[in-house]
């Protein structure tokens, strides 16, 4: 019963998360953050699943720092479509139980 309780399972299509920034103003000058753009990309992590991930990014105009979401970098690398533990799951399964490319593969599946 609970496999049939997964995220993939429960989605027709990947749902989208909205990630922004904690700051409204720069935490620099204090100026109020402007919108710089708003990408979306799929993502996959093991205790998620596969999710649309759309992150604001702000920007301060005055100092032209941009600020990102620091939730979505907890789960993910910049520009990157796996998470962290996926990226983990696969090395131990690479270096420590000796497992080949298409196993580990199969294994995510």
Sequence with gaps: ???GVSASTLFASPPVVEFQPSYTHCPD??????VQKTPTRTVSTLHVG??????TFLICEACDRPQRSKELG???PPSANFGYDVMVYAG???FL??????EVVAELA
């Excluded at 000058?29 to 402007?34: A, M, S």
């Excluded at 596969?50 to 992150?55: D, K, L, N, S, V």
């Design 1 to 3: 019963m609970l496999q």
């Design 29 to 34: 000058c204090g100026v109020e953050l402007n």
């Design 50 to 55: 596969r999710f649309q991930a759309r992150e």
């Design 74 to 76: 907890t789960l993910v």
């Design 92 to 94: 131990n399964a690479l």
């Design 97 to 102: 139980r000796n497992r080949n490319e298409a």
